[in-house]
Nanobody, 127 residues
């Protein structure tokens, strides 16, 4: 599975941006999907994840209510819609995917540790 992000850029506070992640090499529908980010000098932060079934969606507290993860298995693409962006959302955003290992695995996993990831796309939010 090969993942390629797109849609990053420079926006102002309170603006919106939608990231996409196109998959090739295998059906994205066979994988759990998610996003994580990394800001300069900081550790990777899991942002959101979605099961292979498109449910049990997780959001970090820092993005809950502002970001929405989605997937289009027919298009082999996942998305991250980001509303009300803040300066502190500035980071490189990575999409990730992994095989589905069951509900118990889902309770402890993080996209920062998954098998497949994209190259990242920069999101910069100015005040």
């Amino acid at each position: 599975l090969h993942l390629v992000e797109a849609g990053g850029g420079l926006v102002k506070s309170d603006e919106s941006l939608t990231l996409s992640c196109a998959a090739t090499g295998a059906p994205l529908g066979n994988y759990a999907v998610g996003w994580y980010r990394q800001a300069p000098g900081k550790e990777r932060e899991a942002v959101s994840r979605m099961t292979i079934y498109g449910d049990n969606i997780y959001y970090s507290d820092s993005v809950q209510g502002r970001f929405t993860i989605s997937r289009d298995n027919d298009a082999n693409t996942m998305y991250l819609k980001m509303n009300s962006l803040k300066v502190e959302d500035t980071a490189v955003y990575f999409c990730a995917a992994d095989f589905w290992y069951g509900p118990h695995w889902w309770t402890t996993t993080s996209p920062t540790e998954w098998r497949y990831r994209g190259q990242g796309t920069q999101v910069t939010v100015s005040s």
